[in-house]
């Protein structure tokens, strides 16, 4: 609240102004972050409030906001409520998911042709607040499944310089892994995660939770370890995982893999082939991950899904770009 007191001016009326609006706390999906790792230590964030109105009907300025940036594939639910309030999917995205409070009136908002001098004023009103639980899906253009021990980790090994543990016990990896998978010019984002067994969509090993890391994969490649006794049982068991989970997993393109096969004899590796073949009605690529035999033509088949993919989101956001995903003949060596 503020008069006008000037010498010679008797009634100078109001000239308190307005207070500042409260910051708003904005989240924004940003390309080059890969993990949620700063909210582990930070929670709390609040935004500065607005400056108070002054007199000579200034405003106060409004306060600061807080950007809080999250890595593209962000997923923002409502804590208390377990609502998604955001889906964070492509890069640049952002959202106010609290506004400030706005500022308070200053008396000078007040004044009238009867009241002339007013001395009411309001005061800001209080800004947002609440707890918001973050899930991060990560955006691979492919995704590894298989069971454990088929060798998922590493293949993702011998075609990126991503290095995750390999051990020749279940339930290796634990934490899904990403690697970048060069393409002669091109690149594309590779998912490594844990081995799916019988029951895993009842949460039996690890469950099923790391499948949601491949739900916006364009294709998945399930990996079947070649010196196993019943390789078409092995290649069921994971179909019927995905059947259960559900999220349009069994619908994906996907691409088998016999792996291994630098442990199989010729009559083996011919016999498996084929008993995979008929029970999948597909084709069925032989390969080895540590030998790097058939590598590459997997990797040919990956692309030339990923690049369909990647051409039709860029017609959806960029037009202009539209089919600047080419088919590459070079692969970097792996
Ligand atoms: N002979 C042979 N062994 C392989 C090949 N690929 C993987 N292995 C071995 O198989 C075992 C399991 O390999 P991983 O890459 O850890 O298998 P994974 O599918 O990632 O297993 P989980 O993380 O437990 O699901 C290790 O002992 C590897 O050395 C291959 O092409 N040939
Ligand atoms: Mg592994």
Redesign the pocket.
Known sequence: MSFRREKYVEFGGPNGGDGGKGGDIIIESIVGLNTLVDYRYSRHFKAKKGQHGMGKNMTGAGGDDIILKVPVGTQVFDVDNDFMIADLAAPGERLVIAKGGGGGLGNTSFKSSTNQAPRRTTPGEPGEEMWLFLRLKLMADAGLV??????????LSAVSRAT??????????IHPQLGVVGVGENEFVLA?I??LIEGASEGIGLGTRFLGHIERCGVILH?I?G?SEDVVADYETVRTELAAYGGGLIEKDTIIGL?????LTDDEREEKLTALRDAAARPVFP?????GDGVRPVLSALWDVVKEDINRRQAIEHPELEGSASRSDEWSPI
């Open positions: 298989g069971l454990p021990n088929a060798g998922k980790s590493t293949f995750p543990k390999i051990a020749d016990y279940p339930f290796t990896t490594d844990p081995g990996l370890d010196t792996n291994k096969i630098d442990s390969l080895s991950g540590v030998s």
